[in-house]
């Protein structure tokens, strides 16, 4: 079964700051790789994704993360933060094969102003 | 629609109760799913349909757990003898199709908020 670790549940950090959230997946075969973003009040959304190819995957707002298949992981970075950044991210991974997403726990990051 | 739409968007029920929570997937999407959160948690998958019958339904907890979607269109989550244990929030997902490489976006609804006392 697969499935999804995400530390630091709670992230708070100023704007301009650089954003790392870790994500490291168990599963034993091909995977695709995501993140969702939930802001306060709203649904979740897909941030960016990764199937196959550039292991540097670019998505909206400025955010990118890199699959690094020998350490099982999937980090999302963004350089330098904004406030309207404050959100729910979640890390999630699929079993090529099968069409369900496992969720990490989510990262709850708080920008201040 | 422009997205996925789900009503309501709160239950409370007392437990022992019956409840059908429903989802209307967007429009021409033939893949639809359901998943879970619990606060604090991540989603956790409960079922997902391609059309009208269930691909897969071994994230649902018990038999007290059921979907349909009878018109390949929308789909209702039934929870018979509801617990407090089964309170979350449901979310349900589309998708463009069934895609075994799984490269398709699910794109989830506002969820509901189930309570129950």
């Known amino acids: 079964a697969q499935s999804v670790s995400q530390h630091n549940h709670h992230v708070i950090l100023s704007e301009a700051a650089s954003l790392e959230l870790g994500c490291n997946y168990s599963?034993?075969?091909?995977?695709?790789l995501f993140w969702y973003v939930q802001y306060p009040g709203q649904h979740l959304q897909l941030l960016l994704k990764y199937f196959s190819g550039d292991p540097l995957v670019k998505g909206i707002k400025g955010f990118e993360a890199e699959f690094i298949k020998s350490k099982f992981s999937f980090n999302l970075r963004k350089p330098s933060v904004q406030w309207s950044d404050t959100a729910e991210y979640f890390c999630a991974v699929m079993g090529y094969g099968n069409n369900r997403l496992a969720f990490g726990k989510g990262n709850q990051v708080v920008v201040i102003p | 629609g422009a997205g996925v739409s789900q009503t309501p968007s709160n239950k409370v029920t007392e437990k022992g109760k019956y409840v059908e929570l429903r989802c209307d997937p967007i429009?021409?999407?033939?893949?639809l799913y359901w998943y879970r959160q619990s606060l604090g948690q991540g989603p956790e998958f409960l079922i997902y349909f391609q059309g009208t019958g269930a691909a897969d339904d071994s994230g649902l907890p018990n038999d007290r757990f059921f979907a349909v979607r009878p018109e390949g269109s929308v789909s209702t989550l039934k929870i018979q003898r509801t617990e407090r244990g089964d309170s979350a929030v449901y979310l349900c997902?589309?998708?463009?199709?069934?895609?075994?490489?799984?490269?398709?976006?699910?794109?989830f609804g506002p969820g509901t908020r189930l309570t129950v006392l």
């Open positions: 997902a589309s998708s463009l199709t069934f895609n075994g490489g799984g490269t398709d976006t699910q794109y």
């Open positions: 429009s021409g999407h033939t893949a």
């Open positions: 599963y034993g075969g091909t995977v695709n």
